[in-house]
């Protein structure tokens, strides 16, 4: 199983159940891209950028056992019907692993527990149809819901800040904001940098141009401890 769709970017080692993708490109029409029918935990291992596309009827992973996406690399899954349709098992990404799964229909379903861990989940929803649910949620290593959504584990649902069942994207993740904990605002270069204090909350917001000073990004940063000295 060590070339399978004849490009090198698709193979199969049983010892350890394991699929390995490097840089695969998989479309189908009309049929699951991949189905997992055994009991045992399955690893897909993403290397590079993969993409799934399944057009028509069809899951892009449909599995009935645990499957776990592991990194360095990341996959984007599309499809009609559900993206990732998890049967029994449940779904763990990690090892700095990033998911995305977009649909027409709901994008995520898991009978299981998601969990996600040093890695990054985006199910992007359609505004229509609920974007996931699982029966439980289990973030590791820093990992938090980066969007405006609530996990309700009474309802194994994610709710939007009205308190109804996500139709968006929700995002899993971490937070790679720039965060700087203290600033000297007397060295600042205020007019440079587009910089704002409050002296009440002693909170600040520095809106950093690209190339501008102290090498920062083009970014909103948030400074949470100020000195006068």
Do not use: W
């Amino acid at each position: 199983y060590a070339n399978i769709l004849g490009d090198g970017t698709v193979s199969y080692t049983p010892t350890t159940n394991t699929l390995t993708l490097n840089n695969a490109n998989i479309s189908c029409n009309g049929q699951n891209a991949i189905t997992i029918t055994e009991s045992q935990p399955f690893t897909i291992k993403c290397i590079g950028t993969n993409t799934i596309s399944v057009t028509n009827d069809g899951f892009a992973v449909s599995a009935n056992s645990t499957t776990i996406f592991t990194g360095p690399g990341s996959i984007s899954m599309h499809s009609h019907l559900n993206t990732f349709a998890g049967f029994s098992g449940g779904l763990t990404i990690q090892d700095g692993c990033t998911v995305t799964l977009q649909s027409e229909a709901a994008t995520c379903l898991v009978t299981g527990v998601v969990t996600v861990d040093n890695a990054d989940l985006v199910a992007k929803g359609n505004g229509t149809t609920l974007t996931a649910s699982c029966s439980g949620l289990n973030m590791k290593n820093g990992v938090q819901i980066l969007s405006r959504h609530t996990y309700d584990a009474a309802q194994m649902m994610f709710l939007n800040p009205a308190g109804e069942v996500a139709k968006d994207d929700i995002v899993i993740g971490h937070d790679n904001r720039t965060v700087i904990k203290e600033v000297n605002v007397k060295n600042l270069h205020a007019p440079t940098a587009g910089f704002r204090y409050n002296s009440d909350s002693m909170r600040a917001t520095l809106n950093v141009p690209e190339d501008a000073v102290y090498g920062l990004k083009a970014n909103s940063v948030n400074l949470y401890k100020m000195t006068n000295s």
